[in-house]
């Protein structure tokens, strides 16, 4: 079982960083958007 519980441990370490790292790209991409939007309102 320590086998199992350590390969569990780096499994959740992994989804954890990958939840993270999606979080943060699609906060991104709104900013993106909200950049774009706000530059489109003011050239015109």
């Known amino acids: ?3 199992l519980r350590r390969t569990t441990d780096q499994l959740r370490s992994v989804v954890e ?3 993270g790292d999606i979080t943060i790209a699609l906060e991104r991409k709104e900013l993106e958007r ?6 489109e309102e003011l050239n015109n």
Do not use: A
Request: charged share 25%.
């Open 1 to 3: 079982t320590t086998g």
């Open 17 to 19: 960083r990958t939840r």
């Open 34 to 39: 909200s950049i774009n939007s706000l530059k």
